[in-house]
């Protein structure tokens, strides 16, 4: 008797060419429309793609821009020079221009938080898209975590310092100002933001002799 598993019907694998076309015209319309130009029947029209393909793969408008951004905007790293405020201001600037980027696609004034106020509201409405924005600051906070680890091994930072708690004091300000404010969150903000968390935060070396 033939294996009912190996018997069953399979799918047509995932056409990858068809991922690449939908996602490269809905980013396309984000940047010139920012959210509210986001049109699912228009991506599927231009991308050439039948409507209930699309659907198929993202379900919803929210689940498409998720998809959009995670692919086309890269994900923030964190250097390790063995200067830890250097690194950390880095981190600081990638972290503010992802958010800029988010914020202003579609023409938006720089004030308003624009797609990333709505990146943050379909995450509320969608549990699954929740998941995977959490997924991905989980994934850049352990980078984070990991460098401020190494130099508590070979850069005099203090070994009673909490580093999540670090990081969060970071992130926050610039997702403050990146979502409610609109502020500036320019290189010279991210090196006066590292500077005063991690005032106190390393041992002064003993002067020699």
């Known amino acids: 008797m033939a294996n009912d ?34 049109n699912v029947d228009e991506v599927a029209e231009r991308a050439a793609v039948a409507k209930t393909t699309l659907y198929r ?14 692919r086309m905007i890269p994900f923030v790293l964190v ?11 880095e981190f600081a600037v990638g972290m503010a221009a992802s958010l800029r980027q988010y914020r202003t696609a579609g023409g938006s004034d720089g004030i308003s ?4 106020g709505e990146l943050v509201a379909a995450a509320a409405r969608h549990p699954d898209i929740g998941d995977l924005i959490r997924a ?13 680890q190494r130099a508590t091994e070979r850069e005099g930072f203090r070994t009673d310092i909490d580093h999540g708690l670090l990081i969060d004091q970071i992130s926050g ?3 403050y100002r990146a979502l409610i404010t609109g502020a500036a969150t320019d290189r010279s903000y991210a090196e006066r933001l590292v500077k005063a968390v991690l005032d106190g935060a390393v041992v002064a070396q003993a002067p020699v002799g």
Request: with cysteine; glycine share 8%.
């Open 5 to 38: 598993g190996v018997a069953a019907r399979r799918g047509r694998p995932r056409d990858n060419a068809v991922d690449e076309r939908v996602l490269d015209v809905a980013w396309d319309l984000l940047l010139t429309g920012g959210y509210a130009g986001l």
């Open 57 to 70: 793969r993202w379900p919803t408008k929210d689940h498409l821009a998720i998809a959009v951004v995670t």
């Open 79 to 89: 250097p390790d020079t063995g200067d830890l405020c250097s690194d950390l201001t």
């Open 113 to 116: 938080s624009g797609l990333a």
């Open 136 to 148: 991905l600051h989980a994934r850049r906070h352990a980078l984070a975590l990991a460098r401020l």
């Open 173 to 175: 300000p610039i997702y």
